[in-house]
């Protein structure tokens, strides 16, 4: 989870070009971290590469915090790279 | 009453300088922008070289996220919308945002994102593909982009007419404030193709130099040895004004703009008719626009991109339009690309503010490598150096694939 954690995190600051101290478990991507409907498509397409999974559009529709992100890797990843 | 035009600010960007001033004193000193390609490995391509912007960081002008978003020629059109509108000094308000517009175009837009990204369909397959592989590439994103970071909310558009781009978006800005939709266009023309589809696309046409083993003495227009032109990049913008509307805000004048021409060859899809008459007739409109006689003119930016027919053709037009005016070598005619190479859809623009610094500084800006003059080139060409010359009127050329032509005049201004 720590693992998960820290590398949706560092994907987050990487491409909203935001604060890592901004980036808190109930930061919303379009309402708190700048990102527009795009950015999102992008951000869910950096997780699938780190995490070799393929997050399906039913599902990346419902990733909207980052908490929604950390567990929906953590349920499905195949431990990460 | 008529609504004159005039040219507030200037921004340009290419291989020979980041701004207006320092393209202007590389160019008085003939100095060329020509160099091995560093922008992907040549390996393979019979040409190797090519007239790149060096030291340009997109980071100067746009967040690092939103950078992302955007092919090269965005980045370059901003750089150059950047400097043009710090030195019109127009600052876009609530009080006048729908009376400024943006016409910026490009030839080509973005090669390089449209080859990155199907690079990575081919490897990954269409779920790879970036949701910004579209705004990023497309042509009017320039236009769109400008008019987002500057509150730009008049008419907003982008020409894509190969070489004459640029040409035809000053024109047509030009136009779209004299009937009245705007009091202040940003307009111009950027194009960053030195991607391996247009290095290699060119290439394949056989229209570009191959003096890999030269590249700074590869363009050579008039010069019995050229061989091709020289594939460059950048941008140029003019801030096209309103006469009164400039006057009013106390802005600096650096030229007015008094005539634009267009024809079409309706010829072939990339060669002109050897009697150049698509390029006589658009320079016949434009100065038929501008109420000028051809003696009028004093010089002229000519298209001329280094090309065996092309420079040969143009020279041919401007003879049989001005006549014992160009071949008593009054006439005063050069070509930078000589130096800065060919911007593509960025030329118009680029050649529009040398053209105008030209006006300002009463200097005509030389073709640089003219060492031997094509017996077929009967004009003078101002081989080399720098001719300090009265100017009051010049004209700028430029002619596209697909037989599409564009001429702008300009006047000095004087108070």
Redesign the interface.
């Known amino acids: 989870m720590a693992a998960v954690e820290e590398k949706v995190k560092q994907i987050i600051v990487e491409?909203?070009?935001v604060d890592e101290a901004e980036v808190t478990p109930s930061a919303s991507f379009q309402e708190d971290l700048g990102a527009d409907s795009?950015?999102v498509?992008?951000l869910v397409?950096q997780f699938?590469e780190a995490f070799d999974i393929?997050i399906p559009d039913e599902d990346a529709e419902k990733i909207k915090t980052v908490k929604d992100a950390i567990e929906y890797i953590d349920k499905n990843a195949k431990g990460g790279k | 009453m008529q609504r004159r035009v005039v040219v507030t600010g200037l921004g340009l960007v290419c291989a020979v300088g980041n701004t207006a001033p320092e393209i202007w004193s590389k160019l008085l000193a003939g100095k060329s922008g020509m160099a091995p390609i560093t922008a992907f490995d040549t390996t393979g391509f019979s040409v190797t070289f090519a007239a790149e912007v060096k030291n340009f960081d997109p980071l100067d002008f746009v967040?690092?996220?939103e950078s992302r978003k955007m092919a090269r020629f965005i980045h370059l059109a901003l750089g150059a919308t950047h400097e043009a509108m710090e030195n019109s000094g127009l600052k876009i308000t609530d009080q006048n945002a729908t009376r400024v517009g943006v016409h910026i175009g490009s030839g080509i837009g973005g090669f390089d994102i449209i080859e990155r990204e199907h690079s990575a369909m081919l490897a990954g397959g269409p779920?790879?593909i970036?949701?910004?592989f579209i705004?990023a590439a497309i042509i009017n994103l320039a236009a769109g982009q400008v008019s987002i970071r500057y509150g730009a909310k008049g008419p907003n558009e982008a020409t894509a007419t190969a070489c004459t781009t640029s040409a035809h978006s000053i024109g047509d800005a030009y136009r779209i404030i004299e009937r009245g939709d705007a009091d202040v266009m940003i307009a111009g023309g950027s194009e960053a193709a030195i991607t391996p589809m247009g290095i290699g696309g060119f290439a394949a046409m056989r229209a570009l130099s191959t003096r890999n083993d030269d590249p700074e003495h590869a363009c050579r227009p008039f010069d019995k040895d050229r061989d091709g032109f020289v594939c460059g990049e950048g941008a140029g913008i003019l801030i096209l004004e309103e006469l009164e509307h400039a006057k009013a805000r106390g802005a600096k004048i650096v030229a007015e703009i008094i005539g634009y021409g267009m024809s079409a060859d309706a010829f072939h899809i990339t060669g002109m008719p050897e009697d150049g008459d698509g390029c006589f007739r658009a320079m016949e409109n434009a100065l038929k626009s501008a109420n000028l006689r051809p003696e009028q003119i004093d010089y002229v930016n000519a298209h001329a991109t280094s090309t065996p027919l092309g420079d040969a053709t143009e020279s041919k037009a401007m003879q049989r339009l001005f006549g014992e005016h160009a071949t008593s070598h009054k006439l005063l005619v050069s070509s930078t690309k000589s130096m800065t190479g060919h911007l593509l859809g960025g030329a118009g623009g680029l050649e529009a503010g040398i053209t105008i610094m030209a006006l300002m500084n009463q200097i005509v800006p030389p073709t640089a490598n003219l060492d031997n003059v094509d017996p077929e080139c009967k004009l003078n060409y101002i081989a080399n150096h720098p001719q300090n010359a009265k100017l009051d009127y010049a004209l700028s050329n430029s002619f596209g694939f697909g037989g599409t032509n564009g001429s702008l005049v300009f006047r000095r201004w004087e108070e």
């Open positions: 491409q909203l070009q795009l950015d498509v992008e397409m699938e393929e | 967040d690092k996220k779920r790879k970036s949701p910004f705004p």
